[in-house]
């Protein structure tokens, strides 16, 4: 909860969050109430769109997975995975990176380059993906400065891209938390405030794949929209096969021998 005093010197907050409570006091210089609206009034309050916004998958490598420890890793692969099958849904042009694959961390997910089997690699020695000419290129090119980004590790990769893409490049940083992750719990949520404090924002795979749907009139991608749900979505999707099954009378989505009816022992 944030409350703001028009004329007073000090912007006074307190935000309660996964990474812990802090409050924080920001020089106000007098603002009036107009201009604390302006300042509200920012490109951040837009919704993602398939329009707007890029995603980057950032050394989504065995390796790298191996010293994950703020996630648990077939969660983490999960949600990167159906993060990748949202953004080839909505047609997001989506970047695949990674950090010496050959001498270190291994290629990239199978069930990543699944999804795009015919996109380029755009193979790293830096820590920090800004850093490689080919990553700022493959950026600038769609003219899209929303930058949804997926990575491993939080602290290392996801936060030094952040900080140098938006002081740099002027990007807006969009921050999948549940398909990221850290070498320890302490490392991956520090390194979230970090970058929240720095504007990031936080989001997660199913809230960017749902803000990209919007409306569930939007047909042309509601069925494609659903499978990844009844796939990647745990309870939800469990839910959704469910209603289609019992309450809508849908078959069942996959097909399977035949059903032997209860015979009583005896």
């Given amino acids: 909860m944030t409350a703001y005093t028009s004329g007073s010197k000090y912007v006074n907050a ?15 210089l007098n603002r009036s109430n107009s201009q604390m609206e302006a300042i509200l009034d920012n490109v951040k309050l837009e ?23 703020s996630i648990d890793r077939q969660v983490l692969k999960n949600n990167v995975v159906a993060l990748a099958k ?5 047609n997001v042009p989506t970047i695949i ?12 997910f199978p069930e990543l380059l699944a ?3 015919e996109a380029p690699i755009l193979e790293r020695t830096s820590m920090n993906s800004w850093d490689d000419q080919k ?7 769609t003219g899209r400065k929303k930058v949804i980004v997926s990575g491993l590790w939080t602290e290392v990769c996801n936060n030094s891209f952040s900080l140098a893409a938006m002081r740099e490049g002027g990007y807006e940083i969009y921050m999948v938390e549940d398909a990221s992750g850290g070498t320890s719990v ?5 390194s979230m405030l970090r970058m929240i404090q720095a504007g990031v924002v936080p989001v997660t795979w ?3 794949m749902l803000e990209w749907q919007r409306d569930w009139a939007h047909r042309e991608t509601y069925d494609a929209v659903m499978n990844i749900v009844k796939e990647h979505s745990g309870a939800y999707g469990m839910g959704v096969d469910y209603a289609y099954t019992m309450v809508h009378k849908a078959p069942e989505r996959v097909a399977h021998g035949p059903v032997l009816e209860p015979v009583v022992a005896g």
């Fill in 135 to 141: 990553v700022r290129d493959a950026l600038a090119k």
């Fill in 115 to 117: 999804v795009y089997p």
């Fill in 186 to 190: 302490a490392a991956h949520n520090y």
């Fill in 14 to 28: 307190r935000t309660t969050s996964p990474y812990g409570s802090y409050q924080a006091e920001t020089l106000c």
């Fill in 86 to 90: 949202a953004a080839k849904v909505f």
């Fill in 206 to 208: 199913q809230q960017v």
């Fill in 97 to 108: 990176t990674t950090v010496e694959s050959k001498s270190f961390s291994g290629p990239p």
């Fill in 47 to 69: 919704q993602l769109s398939p329009q707007n916004s890029q995603l980057i998958i950032i050394d989504q490598q065995p390796q790298m997975a191996f010293g994950v420890q």
